[in-house]
């Protein structure tokens, strides 16, 4: 498993230990966590992904290694291209030298879909993940490597490194008594909760009925930026047990080329037998009480 020290990575793969798989992680800096065979790898070198398939022989590749950026930087360009593209070539490639392996590709929910218009991609990090779906189904038609690709919406949950993110951004602002800054709040989003998530990527690995597939993964409710917010608030104010003052929207600008996130979730259903179980106010209480209980 790439990426096994991430967010989605860590919730994954102490599920499939727990489940009783020998699960081989993959971090250019190994955590010391059980459960997990640790290797110290960059997946974007095509040498260091063969040293990777000799040693840990794997029968499903999970690729959640990933550069999530959604800057719409000119600089961001080469960086989310090697980290999200480069190692998911290399991977795909060693998978095909050795066949029966399957691969689970992690891809994006703004990349061009059904459910969002086939909106184009609006960042380089968008961009970088929808060229690898092209060359996972391309694996997959030319060279019959067993490909599957789940595409979640906007995750979210409890040990989220990434505090710049949203839900944990504005949960230990308001935790630590700060006014966090919002935009405006306008972007319209499907939340799903990270258990959900590794829920389906699990179903995915126990069956090969979606090979060849690209699903999308999330709760196909639509939710504005502004009132997963105000939801938040109300949350954090009860976990506390005290009135929490109301958000102010617009201290920071609303980013360009934002696109409606929205998933289909029919497909997923039917192939994987797997539907969304945690709703937005009990994955936002689970995770407010995760982080308060740990400052």
Request: hydrophobic share 45%; with cysteine; glycine share 8%.
């Amino acid at each position: 498993m790439t990426g096994a020290s991430g967010f989605i990575g860590a919730h994954t793969a102490d599920r499939l230990a727990a489940l009783g798989a020998e699960v081989h992680g993959v971090s250019r800096r190994p955590p010391d966590r059980p459960g997990v065979i640790w290797h110290e790898a960059d997946v974007t070198d095509a040498a260091a992904v063969d040293r990777l398939y000799a040693d840990a022989a794997p029968e499903v590749v999970f690729h959640l290694a990933s550069e999530v950026n959604g800057a719409r930087d000119p600089g961001v360009v080469a960086g989310t291209l090697q980290a999200n593209l480069v190692s998911t070539i290399h991977l795909l490639a060693g998978a095909h030298a050795r066949p029966g392996t399957r691969v689970l590709l992690c891809g994006s929910s703004e990349e061009p879909r059904p459910a969002n218009g086939q909106a184009p991609p609006p960042s380089p990090y968008a961009m970088a993940k929808w060229a690898a779906t092209g060359y996972g189904q391309l694996f997959q038609r030319l060279w019959n490597v067993p490909v599957t690709i789940l595409r979640p919406t906007m995750v979210y949950g409890p040990a989220q490194r990434d505090t710049a993110k949203l839900v944990p951004y504005v949960t230990l602002a308001l935790l630590r008594g700060e006014e966090p800054r919002l935009t405006s709040g306008a972007k319209v989003v499907d939340w799903v909760y990270v258990d959900d998530v590794v829920n389906a990527f699990v179903a995915a690995a126990e069956t090969d009925v979606a090979v060849g597939q690209v699903l999308d993964v999330g709760t196909a409710t639509k939710t504005s930026v502004r009132e997963s917010v105000e939801l938040l608030f109300q949350v954090v104010a009860s976990v506390l047990g005290r009135n929490v003052p109301p958000p102010k929207f617009g201290a920071v600008y609303d980013r360009a080329h934002d696109i409606a996130q929205t998933a289909d979730i029919g497909p997923t259903a039917e192939l994987l037998g797997w539907r969304p179980a945690v709703d937005l106010r009990e994955g936002l209480r689970r995770t407010v009480e995760w982080y308060a209980a740990r400052l």
